[in-house]
């Protein structure tokens, strides 16, 4: 999951495969991405936000409505932003918070580390996956955190011509086990 977008966007921990989606993605990808890009307030980890701040504004017309959704961003180092409509959160509670109240849905887009704290929490309620069929031995991982046993049902699907697939779930419950062949 680290640096999909471009080869600059997460060389941490010496990554060397900055923009290995780019080949991926066709028009049937575009127009998929679109619609995942539903007016809805997103909540960012720390690194991401930068990423999403220093590219976002200054190229909305990609993602009509990026500048005017309030963006919550989870950190411990940043207190103010010039990217408008956004808001500082410290923790966890702020977080549970946050998802009680009213307001638009909350999209997380990569975030990591906040999305393994999300996990870990029990604070996601829908996952929306893209499986790359591309596999690059290393960078960061998206269940490496430790989530708690949680079961999703899959709510909507379909494949790229260039082999992508896009999955979303939905919370499902609790994990049920058995045994196969039952």
Known sequence: M??????????????KFGGWSAPYFDDASGEMMQKQMKPADLLLGRKTFDIFASYWPEHADFWPGINDVTKYVLSNTLTKSDWKNTV??????DIKKLKQS???????????????????????????LKFFPITLG??????????????????????????VIFANYKRAGDVETGTVGE
């Open 88 to 93: 500082f959160l410290k923790n966890v509670e």
């Open 138 to 163: 290393q960078g960061k991982k998206l269940f490496a955190g430790g989530a708690i046993p949680a079961a999703f049902t899959l709510t909507d699907s379909a494949v790229m011509p260039s082999g």
């Open 2 to 15: 680290q640096a999909p977008g471009g080869p600059e966007e997460d060389p941490s921990e010496s990554f």
């Open 102 to 128: 009213d307001g638009l849905d909350l999209q997380v887009h990569g975030s990591g580390e906040l999305i393994q704290l999300l996990l870990k929490n029990d604070l996601v309620d829908e996952l929306w």
